[in-house]
């Protein structure tokens, strides 16, 4: 769903409210997956703790926790980030995210054999 929103010129993202509103659920239903699978390792009671935890685990490096605490900030606020905002931040938020839960995913299977 987040990849469309790559794959069109930010004018028709912009004028394209069924696909904003595809893409933004998108990017919700990977940060709850993001949360899911740390919530199999961790306990936590914020975004800041979420990501210091994964940190203090090695999970993920100082720069990809600045990256997500950025992400999630938006996130938190989704229907008001402007759209080209968006639009050039969404390779951005899926890479990230979809790091932290690779990497989440491998000390998950590592440490259930």
Request: proline share 0%; hydrophobic share 50%; net charge negative.
């Given at each position: 769903m987040i990849e469309r929103g790559?794959?069109?010129?930010?004018e028709e993202f912009k004028s394209n409210q069924k696909l904003k509103?595809?893409?933004k659920n998108g990017i919700k239903g990977?940060?709850?997956l993001l949360f899911q699978e740390?919530?199999?390792i961790i306990k936590f009671t914020s975004n800041d703790?979420?990501?210091?935890?994964?940190?203090?685990?090695?999970?993920?490096?100082?720069?990809l926790a600045?990256?997500?605490?950025?992400?999630?900030?938006i996130v938190n606020n989704?229907?008001?980030v402007d759209d080209e905002i968006l639009h050039s931040m969404l390779v951005r938020i899926m890479e990230d995210v979809e790091e932290a839960i690779n990497s989440i995913d491998k000390y998950i299977a590592k440490n259930s054999s």
């Open positions: 790559t794959l069109v010129s930010l509103e595809s893409v990977l940060v709850k740390a919530g199999k703790d979420l990501i210091f935890q994964l940190m203090k685990l090695g999970l993920i490096s100082a720069t600045q990256e997500l605490l950025d992400i999630l900030k989704l229907d008001n």
